[in-house]
Structures are given as structure tokens and as C-alpha cells.
Nanobody, 116 residues
């Protein structure tokens, strides 16, 4: 079945950087439209960044200019480069197919904690 594993999270100070990875297996990753989502305690799951069906990328306004989504289909892996991190970026980060996105259903997520 579908298996997604997120990694790369950690604790950083404001202004720092992290690179998240999402490794996929059990489905045709090359043809899948994928995205990154996050959920902070007490908040709803929200879109961070995603690919569109025509190959473009979209970003939440709060991360534009700071985060970059990319993928390496040869490695069945998607990435999220996060620069200039802010305390408000603190959340659990999850990857998921765009057509059935959620936080926590497909993988265990990776925690990002940004201190001021």
C-alpha cells in the first residue's frame, strides 16, 4: 500500500533552515501530485506548498519566498527547503497526495520547532 515517510525536522532558532524529505513507496510517485502540509497544536491542518497537476508549484502566503518545494522522481522523494524560519512555522509537517491531503493519515510527520 501507500507508504510515506517524512524526515528532516528538528529544533532551530529563528532565521535558521531545515530541509524536509518525504520518501514514497507503494504507488506511482512519478505521476502523483504531492504537497506538504502542517498542523500546529490547536490549529487545523493547512497547506504549506504543493505541486499542481500541470507541474507548477504553489505556496501558502506565509511561506512564500522562504520555502521551496522540489522532488526527485528517481528517488521517489519530495523535499521542502525551509529558510528564514520563524516561530510561527512550528508545527508537525506532513506530505500527502493533493487529492486526499491530510495531516497524519499518510505518514507520521516530522516535527519542526523554531525558537525565538
Amino acid at each position: 500500500g501507500v507508504h510515506l515517510v517524512e524526515s528532516g525536522g528538528g529544533s532551530v532558532q529563528a532565521g535558521g533552515s531545515l530541509r524536509l524529505s518525504c520518501t514514497a513507496s507503494g504507488f506511482n510517485f512519478d505521476d502523483s501530485v504531492m504537497g506538504w502540509y502542517r498542523q500546529a497544536p490547536g490549529n487545523e491542518c493547512e497547506l504549506v506548498s504543493a505541486f499542481t497537476s500541470d507541474g507548477r508549484t504553489i505556496y501558502a502566503d506565509s511561506v512564500k519566498g522562504r520555502f521551496t518545494i522540489s522532488r526527485d522522481n528517481a528517488k521517489n522523494t519530495m523535499y521542502l527547503q525551509m529558510n528564514s524560519l520563524k516561530p510561527d512555522d512550528t508545527a508537525g509537517y506532513y506530505c500527502a497526495p493533493v487529492v486526499s491531503w491530510s495531516c497524519g493519515y499518510w505518514g507520521q510527520g516530522t516535527q519542526v520547532t523554531v525558537s525565538s
